[in-house]
Structures are given as C-alpha cells and as structure tokens.
C-alpha cells in the first residue's frame, strides 16, 4: 500500500475535511479526493461519508487510522531525528495570549534556542485561544496556549496548568470603600467603582462575578485597554478597579501598588491547554518545547 495515500488518510481522518487536510499536506484539494477514492478502491471499501461539512469516517476508516497513524508517526519521528541536516536549525511556531506567552512561555522556552544540534529558532505570535487554534489547525503554527480545549481529532490538547484570579484596585479605593465593605457587602460595595478590562464585554470581571459573588456586574468598562499588562498598570494608576491573574499582578501586590478586594475561599481559575496537531509530537522540535512547558508549569502552579 502506498504511504502517500496512507499519509493523505490519515491527514484528512484527523482533520475532517478535505479542504483542510490538503492546506495541511500542500495539496489541492481535488489532489486529495483523488488520493482518498484511489485509497478506498484499493481497500473495496469506503472510508469516508462525505457530508455538507466535512467527512466522518466509516467504521473501516476508523479501524485503519487506529492501525496506521502510529506507524506513520513513528517515520515521521525517525525522518525528523537524525536523517537530516544536523547543521539546519529547525524553527518551531509558537501562538498563545500575549500576556502569558511573554510572561512565562517565552522565557520559559529560552535555555531550548541554540545551535548545539538540539535547540530550534522561534516564531512567536499573539491572539484570541480561537485565532490560534485555528492558525494550528491550518498548519500556520506548531504548539498553541490556548484556554479552550479544543474537539475534534486533529487537534490534542494536554492541560499546562491553572491560573488564579484574583480582584485588585489601588490602595485608595480600598479607603474609599472601607477594608471590610467587600467582605460584609459583596458586589453590592464595588457597583460604583470604575472598572478597568480588556474588552466592552467585561470577560474577567463577569467571570469572577458569577464565580464570588453569583451574580453579573452592574459596572461598565471606564478603561478597555486590549492588553492585561496595560490593565495592571492602570490599576496601579488608579483607574479602577480590574481582574487579574495573579501571576502578573505577584510583584504590585507585594509592593502594596495595588491591593486585593477580597480573597474568596475558592478563586476563580482558568485553565490553560499546550495543544498541538495530533501527530506532531514525533517532530523532535515540537516534542522538546512541549516537555520544557509542561516542566515550567509545574513551578507556576
């Protein structure tokens, strides 16, 4: 059986759609149908049901991407390590959040850059958790951060770790509102204070509203700023009150900058994913940067 046709199946079964596994593979699309119908008259069996959006594999297409993916994996991890050019660096693509991909990632991902024949140059760029799984999906980027799992069975997902929120504002509104107020009020006390987020649609703060005080904020955005370390140094500023992680806002809290509203017996937490096309983790590259991540994780949580 010819390992192209067999390459161009699995693509196509892990991505769900012709159109997107041939911008994968390179391919037109029509290259790619053609693979598929030469593949199931080989086999006397179909392997997809083509649908309005899409295939779904049959029951035989099931059976054979289970049987074949690993062994196709396993060349591509033998072509990647050691065949080639060991005077090449390889670039790894990196997508993720700004704020966290420049605060922990990046660095984190530092001590891999080299040419001592294992280390790889970096690509680094910022978005929406739906802008860059969707830029991994079509082969733009290799390894994603994203807060949402992903579906399907292109993409995989493994959790990195969880970030803590936690409700700050500068030390003069906590005067203003008494120290206690938050405490014996709940949101009642902070509805007339200004609020300072990163979108019109106030995603941290309706967030740890409904997570602490099971209800939606009354407040409207007084800074939008698309940026959580702009967010931060408003705050410090004194613009309002804001929803951070803390992992950014550690050094403004221990240098009394800004202060902590409340702290709530169980914080908001947001989960963040290291997501990868499924298959990927056999390119030497890809493999170490996704380790290095998940052994930095284990120091942030």
């Not at 392997?47 to 049959?58: D, K, N, S």
């Not at 949101?187 to 967030?207: C, G, M, N």
């Amino acid at each position: 059986m010819d390992l192209a046709l067999l390459r161009t199946f699995v693509t196509v079964h892990r991505a769900g759609s012709f159109t997107r596994a041939a911008a994968l593979l390179g391919l037109s699309q029509p290259a790619v149908t053609s693979q598929i119908r030469t593949l199931e008259r080989q086999l006397g069996r179909p392997l997809f049901l083509r649908q309005a959006r899409g295939v779904t594999p049959t029951t035989i297409g099931d059976e054979l991407a289970h049987r074949a993916a690993p062994h196709l994996d396993a060349l591509v991890e033998i072509a990647e390590s050691g065949l080639g050019d060991e005077s090449s660096l390889r670039t790894l693509y990196l997508a993720g959040p700004p704020e966290f991909t420049a605060e922990r990632a990046l660095p984190a991902l530092t001590e891999l850059i080299g040419d001592d024949g294992q280390g790889f140059a970096l690509r680094a760029s910022f978005g929406t958790a739906e802008e860059s799984l969707d830029g991994l999906a079509c082969g733009h980027h290799d390894l994603a951060i994203s807060t949402a799992r992903p579906r399907g069975a292109l993409l995989t997902a493994t959790p990195l770790c969880d970030e803590e929120h936690v409700l700050v504002a500068a030390p003069r509104w906590v005067e203003q509102i008494g120290s206690d107020a938050v405490r014996l009020k709940g949101a009642q006390a902070l509805e007339h204070l200004p609020v300072v987020e990163v979108h019109e649609s106030l995603p941290f703060v309706s967030r740890y509203w409904a997570s602490v005080f099971d209800c939606r904020p009354t407040a409207t955005g007084t800074v939008i700023v698309p940026d959580l370390r702009a967010v931060l140094a408003c705050a410090v500023a004194g613009a309002g009150l804001a929803v951070l992680p803390r992992y950014l806002c550690t050094s403004a809290l221990k240098h009394g900058t800004v202060v902590t509203l409340i702290d709530p017996a169980v914080p908001p937490l947001r989960t963040y994913f290291l997501v990868v096309r499924t298959g990927t983790l056999a390119m030497p590259h890809v493999a170490r940067a996704h380790e290095r991540l998940q052994q930095a994780a284990a120091a942030w949580c």
